[in-house]
């Protein structure tokens, strides 16, 4: 059982998510300013992961929120 209480819990769930929302949202930007392919792919794989734990992290908090 987690120690946490489920308050605590969403609410770290949303700071992170804001977190990772200005991640994904300046790592877009960037892969679209980017200078040559491999720095755009690069930026792009970086995107992509973000966006996974993003969706991740919403899951659990719905979990959470019911």
Do not use: C, P
Request: charged share 40%.
């Amino acid at each position: 059982m987690n120690s946490k209480s489920r308050e605590t819990q969403i609410a770290e769930l949303n700071g992170a998510l804001e977190v990772l929302f200005e991640l994904r949202e300046e790592f877009a930007q960037w892969a679209e300013e980017g200078e040559d392919d491999s720095k755009r792919e690069a930026l792009e794989n970086v995107l992509g992961h973000v966006e996974v734990m993003e969706a991740e992290y919403k899951r659990r908090r719905d979990e959470l929120v019911g």
